[in-house]
């Protein structure tokens, strides 16, 4: 098994840990957490600090948190994010049955659906696939992309927050290497431009609480037609 090696910000783990990320950024974090056992742990640590803060303030002892009940069921339900080849061809809907590497983590169940195959991919551009998730307007965005392997993406940064998951495939950046199970937890001092790796489609969840900016002309021309 292929144990991620791009972690959370601390920042952004104490955020999730009060409740003051929105409801994107808040999926992708849990989504990663479902991947990421180091994560996972320092989670933990971050509900016992802050359990042990409200106790001091509060006589009557606390229930198990529902952070601590998800934390336990992930443990409990480990999943192989070994890389795994990805279809390349046309046909955005296959048919047959499903298997273990046909399923969305059930983080994004509500939001995809549980399986790849039924996904409703919309090209964006030739060897970019995109599909939107079922959130409320105003919430932000949240989508899965599906970029073609040696694919390079528009040099880019960001007006807020991203959080950007990987699922299948790797890409690298200026940051490096980012393979399943890893996190880039960006803000709007990074810029970058991803480039898919070889042999394989990359499939990320993104999340993003404000759109992204493109320095070149052409891709700020394209950008409302992409919705990004």
């Known amino acids: 098994m292929t144990q991620p090696q791009h972690h959370l910000d601390d920042a952004t783990l ?3 840990a009060s409740g003051a990320l929105g409801l994107p950024l808040g999926v992708a974090v849990a989504t990663h957490m479902r991947l990421c056992a180091v994560c996972r742990e320092r989670m933990r640590q971050a509900d016992a600090i ?3 803060l409200m106790r001091q303030q509060e006589p009557a002892p606390l229930s198990l948190s529902a952070r601590e009940a998800m934390l336990s069921r992930l443990d409990s339900e480990p999943v192989d994010v070994t ?3 990805v279809a390349q061809g046309s046909e955005e809907r296959p048919s047959g049955p499903r298997t273990p590497v046909d399923q ?3 983080e994004l169940h509500p939001y995809f659906g549980d399986s790849y195959r039924a996904l409703r991919w919309r090209m964006l551009v030739p060897g970019v ?4 998730s079922r959130i409320p307007a105003g919430k932000g965005d949240l989508f899965l992309l599906r970029i073609a392997s040696g694919k390079k993406m528009p040099v880019h940064s960001h007006a807020g927050s991203e959080l950007t998951v ?3 495939g790797a890409y690298r950046d200026v ?3 980012f393979g399943p199970g890893d996190v880039a937890d960006l803000d709007s001092e990074v810029e970058h431009q991803p480039v898919t790796e070889p042999g394989e489609a990359c499939i990320c969840l993104a999340a993003l609480d404000a759109p992204l900016r493109f320095p070149g ?3 700020r021309m394209l950008q409302p037609l992409f919705g990004i």
């Open 129 to 132: 696939h995109r599909v939107r």
């Open 175 to 177: 940051l490096g290497r």
């Open 83 to 85: 890389e795994q080849p």
């Open 50 to 52: 802050g359990g042990e």
């Open 166 to 168: 990987v699922l299948k």
């Open 14 to 16: 104490a955020s999730y």
């Open 217 to 219: 002309r052409l891709a």
């Open 104 to 106: 969305l983590p059930p």
